[in-house]
């Protein structure tokens, strides 16, 4: 009992205390002072706290407020930095004590404002954004498309182009083991980058939901390397395939017969042309030589091989849209040219696989050339034998 009157007695007591500290002052006595307002602690380090709703004048007050430097504002609003981050963003460059040689943008973190074809007026690297993004993605995929579409309405209309007379089962040489090997080592390197170069850029269209983000990372990750090492093979190999065969590329007059004619692709009836047509110099000067040329120098520049180039983002930049068409164009191109190589026309995947072609197809498809090998003025076999080649027939026949 003692104890629950002891719990009672201390309730009561704690109830009357509260009860006085709650209660609102009546009167005030003489030795209440005024409450002081709280002073912010001083910190010798970084920025001092202030209130807010006691700093006067107010920042915008000054009329050159949008003028004021990084010191300046911070009289009036400590912590504010707008002035100096709205420098960085007009491409002011800061202090850096790495050399300019080697590190020319060191201290710029935002490049200036240009503005690219098809861009509006951006800094740099988001005028490069938009060029990619709206222009060459888009657009590229849409040339690639009616390429691949083209071909496939022509097979689908036309069917794979046939020999109209019998084999004789005489062989001429049309390709050297140098030449076949030459053109496979750049197809090979073409096909890497050009399947790494697809995926790299639309792959997280048709990929990326199929496979997931993990699995697409990876194998995106292992094709820019691939994309990486393959590119100076197809550089090398490309300059193999321009010297080989650049005599037989030489335009003459007989092309002009063969375009005027449009090949012969559409009457059905073959137009005499010599080792090459006009049709096969135009991927050799157009898609080799000029594109290949701007292809491989803008990919050497985005592998940073060029010695002596001073590496910023600007070329980079200008580096990757060059390289992104070109290689867009390239790829078009050569859509044609695989396909009157393997099911548009029989005999020529075959022609650069074992090197030979039967006379009969020679003589519908390059009648120029087989009249050259009739007269004597072309060998018809160039390279040595081997024991397995097919017997070429001579110049006699």
Known sequence: MRRFLLTIGLAVAAWGVAAQTQAPSTAPTATTAPTAAATPADNSLGVKSANIFQIAPGADADPKYKDQTN????????????????????????????????????????????????????????????????????????????????????????????????????????????????????????????????????????????????????????????????GPLFAVSLVVVFVTFLKDNMPSKDDLVWILKGGGLFSGTEVPSHRFNAGEKVVFWGGVLFLGFIVVASGLVLDMLIPGLIYERSTMQIANMVHGVATLFMMAMFIGHIYMGTIGMRGAYKAMREGYVDETWAKEHHELWYDDIKAGKIPAQRSAPAASSPTASTASV
């Open 71 to 230: 010191a300046e504002r911070a009289q009036v609003q400590p912590g504010n930095n707008a002035p100096m981050w709205r420098a960085v963003g007009q491409g002011v460059t800061g202090y850096t004590s790495l050399p300019k040689s080697q590190a020319p943008e060191a201290g710029n973190l935002i490049q200036p404002f240009v503005q690219y074809p098809g861009s509006r007026l951006a800094s740099a690297g988001e005028s490069w954004r938009q060029v990619r993004n709206n222009i060459i993605i888009p657009y590229g995929a849409a040339l690639l498309l009616i390429a691949v579409g083209a071909m496939a309405l022509f097979y689908f209309s036309k069917g794979t182009i046939e020999l109209h007379g019998q084999e004789t089962g005489r062989k001429i040489e049309r390709f050297t083991p140098f030449e076949r090997s030459a053109h496979w080592a750049n197809a090979i390197a073409f096909v890497t980058l050009a399947v790494s170069g697809i995926v790299m850029a639309y792959g997280k269209y048709f990929l990326l939901p199929i496979i997931g983000p993990t699995l697409f990372g990876w194998l995106s990750y292992v094709l820019k390397n691939v994309h990486n090492f393959a």
